[in-house]
């Protein structure tokens, strides 16, 4: 799901080249860059969303995203 309702809103947009700035920035600064994924569940009401006590039945998914760079692969390479 893609939100392209940003306008005016606090949030950026998710696209990729915004991902492939992240992770050239995250790269940069020796940071690892972390997608989370909120999963709800299909039933869940909007009413439901409203309180705390949805967070029980949702579930989080992690994915660390790295960005190959030729030359620093190269170099761990080189010291095997």
């Known amino acids: 799901l893609v939100d392209d309702h940003f306008e005016g809103s606090l949030r950026r947009p998710l696209s990729w080249k915004s991902l492939a700035a992240l992770s050239r920035v995250s790269v940069n600064v020796s940071k690892e860059l972390m997608l989370c994924y ?27 995203l790295s960005r190959w760079v030729s030359s620093r692969e190269r170099s761990d390479q080189d010291d095997l």
């Open 38 to 64: 909120l999963i709800k569940p299909s039933t869940m009401t909007d009413k439901e969303m409203e309180s705390p006590e949805c967070m029980k039945r949702i579930k989080v998914q992690e994915v660390i």
